[in-house]
């Protein structure tokens, strides 16, 4: 619990507070078949009044503003401590788990090594390797390179010089991707997307990208990650599958000083299933519970009886669960700045450029748990996506509505444990208590705590651990397998 960036605990009293708000504050803002209207505060000053959101108050009860709204609800936090009474799981400290990430494509090796020559002193389209197994290597596969400078990627083999015993030489070739899957292109922006994730590693600016009519275009900026490419915008592509990426001139454009380059060959047309070159290593998650108390104060008896039946629709049973929205230290979120109605396919953020295109996120606001989405395009210049189905509801500014990116949606057990009523009538209040015990999890560290205040729980393993196995001994003896991370 001392990762500055854990926020574990505001996730649920986000969850509750929009569970209080079906008490309190609910779309129609009445209760019963004739509509009568929860009471609200008056303004002193100007006696107008006041319509905003019933929202929760964090700080101390008794220091009461003059001017809000009514019902009201404070939310605090009790206590917490990790659960080691119900048994929900043994905490396996210091063990971790692995997930892949979106990356290269994991293939069946060929051969590799960690003495390649490449450029020396300037510019090539070729690789030097000597390998006891170069008969093995054929047109048509790749060698993935990782450079200490810009010549890291994979890059399709046209062509083989073999020489006694080595080095033998490997000529690259120009088109960098012969084959593109199914691209999209935002005319405005300049953007290009693709529906599959697309290993863009070798790929420069400056290269270019020729469309499936044979038109080329000059590529302004590449996003690895994200795997996103801009060109001009305004420019005529047409989209659609089959498209290629080409580079005119040297194919490795960086100068390796004549150091020994990690290298794998791999084949292209024998996919490992279930396999990445990039991995993240999790720890695993510790059973924690948190007590939290609420406070709902009415000055209306109307609206205390009310309030009391509510919760009563609400909470009934007593046990159930809390949906929590629950982010990571990866996570973004961005507000919405146009309300959204439902069946729309596009929506429009403070800023969109925090997310990307096939990123699956999630849209909800202060009163709906919302909905899971996948991003079908960006619009960097109007900051809105476009989504693969529409909205199955309306999400609009006023309730808050929001995008969060890289969460996990977690239904934590919530268990409903106290309910006390201290109406004061000669202050005009009408009071209830409640407590409320959640059972959710906390991340633990992926390493020891070290100097400084940065700590992580996730560690990302990229393509060095997959390149730098050496895959069998001189007696053809597998070492090791080099895609288990």
Partial sequence: MA?????????????????????????????????TSFKEMFDPFTGELKRKPIEPRFYD???????????????????????????????????????????????????????AKTTDGGTGSTVEITHRKIREVQPGHAIRLLCSDGNDGTYPIESITLNGNGPHTLHLNHDLISSLPVLKYNKD??????????????????????????????????????????????????????????????????????????????????????KATKYRRSSQLIPYTF??????????????????????????????????????????????????????????????????????????????????????????????????TPLSKAYTVNSCAKAVSNYDFCQFERDFTNHVTEDKEDEQLWIHRFTFRIEGWVESRIDPCEAGTDETTYRDEGDVNFIEYVLEDMDGNELEDPLIP
């Fill in 3 to 35: 990762k500055k960036y854990i926020r574990i605990i505001q996730d649920i009293e986000e969850a509750i507070s929009r569970e209080v708000r079906r008490i309190v504050f609910f779309e129609a803002r009445d209760r019963g078949s004739a509509g």
């Fill in 61 to 115: 009860d008794a220091a009461d503003s003059l001017v809000s709204t009514s019902p009201r609800f404070t939310l605090r936090l009790l206590k917490l401590y990790e659960d080691l009474n119900t048994k929900r799981l043994l905490p396996p400290y210091g063990e971790e788990y692995a997930c892949p990430l979106p990356s290269p494509g994991a293939y069946a090796a060929i051969l590799s090594g960690a003495d």
């Fill in 189 to 274: 922006a300049g953007m290009i997307t693709f529906e599959d994730y697309l290993d863009l590693d070798a790929v420069k600016v400056g290269d270019i990208i020729e469309d499936i009519n044979g038109g080329t275009f000059a590529i302004t900026a590449v996003n690895v990650d994200n795997s996103t490419l801009a060109v001009a915008p305004g420019s005529a592509i047409v989209t659609g599958a089959g498209a290629k990426i080409t580079r005119t001139g040297d194919v490795l454009q960086y100068d390796d000083a004549g150091q020994d380059i990690k290298y794998v060959i791999i084949d292209p047309s024998q996919p490992v299933s279930g």
């Fill in 291 to 388: 007590l939290y108390y609420i406070k709902i104060v009415s000055r209306e008896r109307d609206d205390h009886i009310a309030v009391a039946e509510r919760m009563m629709q609400v909470f009934n049973p007593p046990r159930g669960v809390v949906c929590v929205t629950a982010r990571s230290e990866l996570s973004t979120e961005s507000e919405f700045i146009k309300d959204s109605a439902e069946g729309d396919s596009v929506v429009f953020l403070k800023d969109a450029s925090r997310f990307y295109t096939g990123e699956t996120i999630r849209i909800f606001n202060d009163l709906h748990m919302g909905e899971e989405v996948v991003v079908d395009s960006v619009n960097t210049t109007s900051n809105s996506i476009t989504l693969k």
